[in-house]
């Protein structure tokens, strides 16, 4: 059941691009049975573990988008996730930095 694994709060995140890579992250709104509800939430630099062609990123939880949208929650081994679209699916975030291309090297 997912409501003990998944909690209204809690961030997930999906690393997506083509000859690049994106970081967005979502935070949950609501938690049913099988689904839940979602709204983007913006995300900032983590300047301390950045590099030159990488920017770390985490969630900015305080700016979240306007549009919630409901998904099907799936397991990939023990990690729940979701279909954001057709080419991005998001997991519950572990808490670390993501690593997302610097605009300056190939965005």
């Known amino acids: 059941m997912i409501q003990k694994e998944i909690k209204v709060n809690d961030i997930f995140y999906s690393s997506w ?11 949950v709104k609501k938690v049913m049975n099988n689904m839940i509800e979602l709204v983007a939430i913006e995300n900032k630099i983590d300047y301390e573990n950045s590099t030159k062609y990488t920017d770390a990123v985490i969630p900015y939880p305080a700016n979240e988008g306007k549009r919630i949208f409901r998904r099907k929650v799936k397991y990939y081994g023990d ?6 679209s057709s080419f991005q699916s998001a997991s519950k975030w572990d808490g670390h930095p993501k690593a997302q291309t610097n605009p300056n090297y190939g965005h």
């Open 79 to 84: 990690r729940p996730s979701v279909m954001i």
């Open 17 to 27: 691009g083509y000859e690049q890579t994106n970081i967005d992250y979502y935070k």
